[in-house]
């Protein structure tokens, strides 16, 4: 390899290092904020942060074994899965039976209706969280627009 084509070699990898020193650095910067939330009548009306869901990308969250995991407990009408859990209630026709501001503050924090559930609280404040493991300190379990994801995903279970 001659001495210019070493350099740029060199100055190739320098600047990919950089590229990911500078990625990481904004992923840091842009962890997501913490949206509060009020609970009225058994109901989180608003939606968190002002966002607005994705029903195919909750259905997606729902599935996925890192993000919502629903179907470890809950049977959906998602027939390409072959596992669907039955410690919680069938969801197929869900929407029928609750409202939006119910399913929403369901996936945020059953614990607010039923202090005893095994349900997560996927968007409970991480203040009350106790014995997570290091990655979710201070973290929610879905972010907020994957809990509006996941609810509208839910209101198309009718
Ligand atoms: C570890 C088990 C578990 C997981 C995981 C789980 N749930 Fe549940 N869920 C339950 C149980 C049990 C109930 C019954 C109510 C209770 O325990 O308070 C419930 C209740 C519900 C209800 C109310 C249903 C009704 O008919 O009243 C909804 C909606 C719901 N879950 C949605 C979800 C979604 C969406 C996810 C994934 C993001 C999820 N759950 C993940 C256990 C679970």
């Not at 909750?58 to 899965?81: F, T, V, Y």
């Not at 996936?107 to 014995?131: A, C, S, W």
């Not at 201070?138 to 279970?157: N, P, R, S």
Request: glycine fraction near 8%; proline fraction near 6%.
């Amino acid at each position: 390899m001659s001495a210019s084509r070493s350099i740029q070699t060199i100055s190739k990898l320098a600047f990919i290092a950089a590229v990911f020193a500078v990625g990481s650095f904004i992923t840091t910067v842009q962890a997501d904020p913490y949206y509060t939330w009020q609970m009225e009548n058994f109901k989180i009306k608003k939606p968190l942060g002002g966002l607005k869901g994705n029903a195919e990308r909750g259905r997606q969250i729902s599935i996925a074994p890192d993000k919502g995991s629903c179907l470890n407990c809950h049977a959906m009408p998602i027939p390409e899965e072959p596992f669907h859990g039955n410690i919680g209630p069938s969801l197929i026709g869900v929407a029928s039976r609750l409202t939006e501001g119910e399913l929403r503050l369901r996936v945020v924090d059953e614990k607010q209706i039923n202090p005893e559930t095994v349900m997560p609280g996927y968007y409970r404040h991480p203040k009350h969280f106790t014995l997570v493991a290091e990655d979710y300190e201070g973290k929610t379990f879905l972010t907020a627009q994957e809990v509006e994801d996941v609810v509208a995903y839910l209101l198309t279970l009718k």
